[in-house]
Structures are given as C-alpha cells and as structure tokens.
C-alpha cells in the first residue's frame, strides 16, 4: 500500500507513543517515532517529514521548541500538537508559532486521523502549487531572469555528474539548501537519499557518530549545513575521507558530498579556526549565491511564485499583486534575502481581504523604502513585468490560459495587456 505521508511521532510516554505508531502504521502512514523532544530535534536536522505530531509537555526539550525547530528546519511540514495540559494559553501560543492544529489528551483517535488527513492535504496542496510555480528547477531560489544565477544554474548542472564536493556559499536565507537539493536532483544519486546534517545543531560525539560511525550515509548525498560549525577535530576526520588517498584513520566517503556556509571560510582559515586541507578539498567547486538585492530583476517573478503558493497555503483567492506592490517589493534591500521576501507575501496573503495584493497589505518595513528609489525604478519595473509575461508565453508555446494561471492572473487581464504591448510596439533596449 502506498504510504498516505511521513510522520514523526514525539511523545516521551512510552505507552501512548507505541499507541500512536501501532494506529497510524494501520492508517497507512510511514511513521518515525520520537521518545524524547533531545531526539525530535536530532531527526528534524536532518530528515524531512510531511507532519510531526508531538506531545506539548515533555521533559527538557518540550512541544514548543519541537515546533519552533520544525518551523526552522523543515517550514514545508506540519505540526500538530497534542496535550493533556489544554488550556486556552498554550493553544494561542501553539497555534502563533505555526502550529497546523491543537489537539487535547484524552482524544479520540477518529479526530486524530481527520486533522492529519487535513494536514496531509495541505501538504499535497503545498507541493502542487509548487511544482506549477516552481518549474523543473524544484525551488523558487532558481526562478530567475539574473545572468548570475543563469550561470550558477549552469555550472551546477555541468558538476552534478562529477563525484567531487561542491562548497555553496551564501547569506542566510539565498537558497543554499535549495541549491544542493538541485545539484542532487541533477545527479546520478537523485533516486538515493539525500542526507542532511546542521553541524551547528550537534554535539562532537554526535557528529562523529552521523559522520564516521555505523550509521553513517552509505549512498546518495550529504549535506553539511554550517560547515564552518565542524569542530576542527572532526575536519581532519573529514579531509582524510575526502582525500582517503592522503591518510588512513578515516573511512573513505561512500556519498556525494556538498556543503554550504555563510561564513568566508579564508579568514577562518587565517584565524586557525578552520582547517585549510578542507577547505581546499572542499572548494574544488564553489557556487556562490548572489543576496536578492544584488538580482532585483527577479523580485516581481519571485512574488507572483510565492504569491501562488501561499495562496493556496491559506486557501485565500488573491489572484496577483498590484503596480504599486509591485514597485514596493522591487525597491526593498531584503536583508534577509528570499527568506525574508516569501514571509512578506505570506503575510501579505494572510492579511489581504480582496483579489489583489496592495501596497497596505505589506509590513512598514517595504512600505516604508526610499520613496525617491522606488520612483527611479519605476519604468525599469514596468519592462521587467513586460519582459517576464513575454517570457512565461513563450515557455508555455503561447497557451494564455496556462501563462495566465502561472501569472497568477486571469485570462482578461492578461490579454488587455498584451494589446497594450501590441499597440506599443517592441521594448526599448537598454
């Protein structure tokens, strides 16, 4: 039987945990179970699952930082949280940091099955909208006009057939994760695994353990987050399994691996705080990300991406974002990058009350950029609307229809523009 979705189970109550696993491995789920919130939070660093049901009250780690780590780790899953504690407090304070739903102890197993199957089906929701916005690439970091991260995309296509590590730099926030997922996908271990681990979120023991033990990846590839985080012990490990020609004392590397930083890894080399042999070994290749100030061209393609998906997130009809939006978004540094700009339109969607993104349903923070700036782009945002509906047509062979659900607006206003297009001739270069 097909597997209705991947579960993680949390509760530290050893009866009620092998309840719950016995229930919902019946119901059809494939479910990984928990029995401390310490172990939540080891498996959300490093795996991916649809829905995580945890108990609220737990000793040492409780529900409450397993949701804050699933909303860090894994913002594409659900979390459900369950508790005999059910007070009016902890449902609020659950549900503001993201919760899918709140369920009280004792609970009937029948309520159980019906929020995970309306969770599991904004899961799927979530995973159509973006596959239609998203595109082959399978992220909205590579929806780009940017001959930069054109060139990245490029590159990474080019070395995914190679066994060589591949560095990924970049801010927090630009799509570094995304960008390995792609260069996995693009390999030939895409129909392996792709392990995950946050080196910031682990103990030495524990990384030497997922790295060098019996457990470590056998096939596929690894991901190392935070590479800069490696305690220094473990990165003469590391380099002697990279280059297991070079040493003995380390298995050699079985796994494709990438890793990604933030961090400029050559002053950290310079201040003894990061091993040069790794750093060599591992910037055979480097692809650098680019901060979304620095490809502004892509912000309104970006926006209608993320408008897409949000919108059926919240199951809200806002069909596209207005020229005065538009211009906002556009004029806005985004210091947290594309973090930063999908929390503005899911927000902007929660708050909108009409078909239209405006510019009252942005934070202050947008609304508030250099008027003079905005006003200096303004032009340059209207070519770069022209240019991007241009382009969408010729990706879908010239189907209105399509382009217009891609656009995220409807079919009338898609042709009242390309009238306007006509009646105004060619672009201006330049």
């Given amino acids: ?119 599991m089906d904004r899961v799927h929701r979530r995973r159509l909208v973006a596959a239609l916005a998203e595109g082959e690439a399978g992220d909205e970091a590579f929806t780009t006009r940017s001959p930069a991260v054109q060139r990245l995309i490029n590159t990474a296509r080019q070395v995914a057939g190679l066994d060589c590590p591949v560095l990924i730099v970049g801010e927090q926030g630009t799509g570094r994760r995304a960008c390995a997922r792609f260069l996995h996908a693009c390999s030939p271990h895409a129909t392996q695994p792709l392990h995950l681990i946050r080196c910031s979120a682990h103990d030495l023991a524990a990384l030497d353990a997922m790295l060098f033990g019996p457990e470590r990846p056998g096939e596929g590839t690894l991901l190392l987050e935070e590479i800069e985080q490696l305690p220094l012990p473990l990165q003469a490990r590391l380099a002697l399994s990279i280059d297991h020609a070079g040493g003995n004392g380390a298995p050699a590397l079985a796994v494709r691996l990438a890793a990604t930083t933030a961090a400029d890894l050559h002053d950290l080399v310079k201040a003894g705080q990061f091993r040069a042999d790794l750093h060599l070994l591992l910037g055979v290749v480097t692809l650098t990300l680019p901060p979304l100030g620095q490809r502004r061209e892509d912000v309104p393609a970006l926006a209608l991406h993320l408008l897409a998906r949000a919108s059926v997130e919240t199951g809200r009809t806002v069909e596209g974002i207005s020229d005065d939006a538009l211009e906002l978004l556009a004029a806005y540094d985004y210091p947290g990058n594309l973090r930063e700009l999908q929390t503005i339109i899911r927000g902007a969607v929660a708050v909108c009350d009409g078909a239209m993104l405006e510019p009252c349903h942005l934070p202050p923070s947008v609304r508030s950029a250099n008027s003079q700036s905005r006003s200096s782009r303004l032009q340059t945002l209207e070519q770069r609307e022209r240019e991007y509906i241009l382009w969408v047509l010729e990706e879908v062979n010239g189907n209105q229809t399509v382009a217009a659900r891609v656009l995220g607006i409807d079919r009338a206003s898609l042709w009242r523009k390309l009238k306007r297009y006509e009646a105004e001739g060619p672009a201006a270069e330049g």
């Fill in 1 to 119: 039987m097909e597997s209705q979705g991947r579960l993680l189970v949390v509760d530290d109550e050893k009866v009620a945990l092998k309840n719950l696993e016995h229930v919902l491995k019946k119901a059809g789920y494939d479910v990984v179970c928990a029995h401390s919130g310490q172990a939540a939070l080891s498996l959300l660093a490093r795996e991916a699952f649809d829905i995580v049901l945890t108990d609220l009250r737990m000793e040492k780690v409780d529900g409450m930082q397993v949701l804050r780590s699933c909303r860090e780790n894994s913002p594409g899953s659900e979390v459900i949280v369950i508790t005999g504690y059910a007070t009016v407090d902890s449902a609020v304070e659950a549900m503001r940091h993201g919760a899918f739903s709140y369920i009280a102890k004792p609970y009937r197993l029948d309520d159980v099955r019906r929020v995970l199957a309306e969770a």
